[in-house]
């Protein structure tokens, strides 16, 4: 059995933090290196208490880790800063990006979304969008792969196949999404302390504000085969961890059931809910995986979408280590097979 | 000043304790009398400790209640229970139902929504949908007041204004509601247990199922001059109190925005955000107030419309106050003048 | 009935935005002016939306208000701020400071717990300890009264009369005290994030370092007669608002439970519960009552005395209305009536 | 490598949820049948959708199960159902008990605590208590382990190696304990609802009066060699899991530590924190790990040991699992190396 050797820049965030316990338990996985720049030379238990038993290496900083004999490097960095570390790194080195650096394809898209010009859009050309189970193939093959976002990855996952296979209206398509607080990191915001948030509920970067929208209109465009946009809104709920997609569409309910029930039969983490059974959040917590719930509306024609998923784990760090096992050759639900965490 | 002997009929709910709350501070308001059949006899500091300090007589059976001299009821009974009782009052004593048993006008919506026929159908001829905004004058001469579904009253209140002016495409609206979970009751049930419910968020009733479409229907449609019907998915979040209405409309913003500020202008309790601004739940814990925010999508012609009630304030027992008020010729704002609670 | 101008300094802390939502219902105070330093010129609903709906004046630097026409200033800024803001003040403004500043009367001990010499010993000379209940008489006539703390003046309530009396032991008095949130303020501290503090429980400055025990040690010195230390350790809770002292002490139960009872007999928000029965932290949660619990324990000779208080309300700004009811000479529990917020 | 076949008594409750989610990664368990009483034929995914991907056999009942084959079962029942079960077992099953049926090696303890006579006095005979690290050898060898209390595992593992070293006062011990909601179970009772829960703390079998005291008295008075009694209050704290005890000792603070270090150093899931250094619940969540932290007192002489543990995971489903593993000859911590999940 090939050991593997990883390092995790960016570990004094929620998603390193979330990489380092599913390799925990990964059996051919090595963690060799952290990096935080602000915290190095920190016991790693010392920023996140819970991993103190991990026995982990101390945080360093970037430019003193010793990288040449590490195999694949998780970046978890913040947005706008990973494309200028990467391109510092060994050439050859595999790397996941877990940051929304990498994820358009077009970096004139990044630009207009993410507020500034692309710093590497050489990479760019080579980076593959990390949504497995549709890229499984190239991520294989990827040097460099960009995670998704994890609200775009609950969105992708409900609508990519109904356009792929034409079976709801492409300009009809509402996501009304509810997520867990950690998505928004370990910031110190205002609007993240517990007393503001706890025992409530309200919208944020509603009416196509939102960066993850980049990604819906490249994904639902290119499976599509024409120009999709989607409205979407995404709600902050008094929870740690979750992401629910309500999808609003346009299409024959059991249609759409199938289609999905179809293209998702053989995949691992993602499970397709008996027709009319409704998912939620609690019951993906702490897990890779995915539950998807289809219900017919009382109008005829028209159906609704329900994608949950951990916005840490599948949304974020899950992915990533699905996608670096298999950029390494390992078995693909390496390390990600504990189930869910309830209550 | 004129003091209104007031009874409460179903003391030992949530809507209740919330009614009991905010008499404790109306000028004009006292409690003569408590109901509750399996509690009767005991303290009502024994059923919510947090009223022992307010010297609230004792609960009682509904039948051992000296009702003659008490100038308006409000019954906080459970659904399918209060036709019955009501019918059983004295014909002249004013009522406010909390419940939804007077609702519909039409006793076969009735029966189509909540299975069962109508028990009191010459009482429903009389009774006024307590929606405050839209049925004042009636309600001023009203004596059988029936509550509206708390969601019910977020999701009119968004829309109710653009049918009838017509902004709004009446068949394109889809309303995704996030509840909190007072709106349940206090019912023994475990999907209700903290274990199962916090640090989550589910749909629940998806599909055209949830029985405040009744109300929708009737509303909408009486607004519109046609029929209307709506796509709702609520969903339980977990927090004690709030509903969220996020709305999903076809119309011009601007518009709708100009339409919703126009007809809540004078309201005192209706806020109409700046166009653009977004509402939270927070912002109205505890109080009868109502928080609108209209966003434009960044779909030409479409709009996001929010609504943010307290279920248990406006939803509920802030607007039966408000009503009683009406019904009794006090101030109409008198009681409900109180802050929100935050955080 | 005469008004009262209220002026509140430091309007943009929590305890600055429930002084606001208790005058709101006050029947003769009206806020003339708030101030708010890195906030000035903001209106209060863009601090606190909550507020919006309160037609407030806006925010404004010290300097710039007019407080020569003002009757009271409630003093709501940080710790180690007020002792220069409030010896700039008008020399005959009532001020009531809610922050630690004037608590200990003996400025070396300030020194002691706050590790910074006192900047207005000449003050400190006048100013009353905020404990309503124990020092009516000198608050009466105070210009100048110190808020207390709040998880002091939980520990104090359960205590004092027992060592004013003599039916404890002075040496063996441990306080287990569990606080909510919102007790830390609103500042952007890492261990206040939601996804930091929800969800788990954990003790901090434990051992006798919290700044609290100054307070501990003055009133209980002064009851007992003779110098008094005790054991006190404060824990984090996973909620907003609430203080719950759990007190061990050696005495008899029910002497201990009796002494309680009589000395808080004729207190308005004081209510001891009977002997054995536990209080909740939320029996109180957003008002200014205080519930009293004590219970034998099976081990002769000890009982434990469980005190719960919102500590945003009779914890700070609800205290400190009652204090300036009284200095003003209105009825002292005027604004201060609202019931608990339960659910 | 041998595969070990497992049943599970009582599947449908919190801790047989935990006990399926740990044997899920547990590199030699399998397992091979469910019970649960209500709700035998049912799909276990359906009983908990979360465990729905994890291909589980149907619920049924104990007597419908080929329990011959099997090499343990746990047993999850409710308390005082476990007797009965147990004693109807094939005579030389291994038995993990997880209720607290057996947990009292006297049955007139048992008696006394619990308020009926013991049902299987010739089994508690046989029983191990199963606090791993104190009745290792014992475990080993046993056919029957009981399973503790989650609070008395805490409080044990706080006070027991210093009662042993005689380091402490045994007269004067507080054990103030935090629990989560979950260790209540699944059971519909009004005060586990969220409305009534969340966001407040409040104390429960306060006095003396709960059951782990049984447990406590027996170990600690056994550790002593003389009789031992301590005072106990148990709170709730509105989080799902986790259990905090805060522990005030008559001893010397260093002593304690050292003393405490000493004795776990060589335990796996037993972690001594730093001289000073404060644990918390959400630090150990979903993992088997202890966290223990003592701080010295400002009064010389007492000390604060601080325990936590997740209820559900070394509290009892993980305690259960490591119990088996050395029934079974199989590694102590197989299945059980989960780091916790956070945030």
Known sequence: MTLHRIAVLGASGYTGAEL??????????????????????????????????????????????????????????????????????????????????????????????????????????????????????DIEAARLVAGTGCNAAAGIYGIRPLLEEGVIDPDRIVIDLKAGVSGAGRALKENLLHAELSEGTHPYAAGGTHRHLGEFDQEFTRAAGRAVQVQFTPHLSPMNRGVLATIYVDGDPEAVHATLSRRYDLEFFLHVLPFGALPSTRHVRGSNYVHIGVVADRMPGRAVVMVVLDNLTKGSSGQAVQNANLMLGAEETAGLTLPPVFP
Chains 1, 2, 3, 4 share one sequence.
């Open 20 to 137: 380092v316990r599913l390799i925990a338990t990964h059996p051919t996985m090595e963690i060799v290196g952290l990096s935080g720049e602000r915290k190095a030379g920190m016991e790693m238990g010392a920023v996140f208490p819970h991993l103190a038993p991990m026995g982990l290496p101390r945080l360093q900083r970037i430019e003193d880790m010793a990288l040449d004999r590490v195999d694949l490097v998780f970046c978890a960095l913040p947005h706008a800063t990973s494309q200028a570390v990467v391109k510092a790194l060994p050439g050859k080195l595999r790397v996941v990006d877990l940051s929304a650096d990498f994820r358009l394809r077009d970096p004139a898209e990044y630009a207009k979304w993410y507020g500034q010009p692309h710093a590497a859009p050489e990479l760019q050309a080579e980076a593959v969008y990390g949504l497995t189970e549709f890229y499984r193939n």
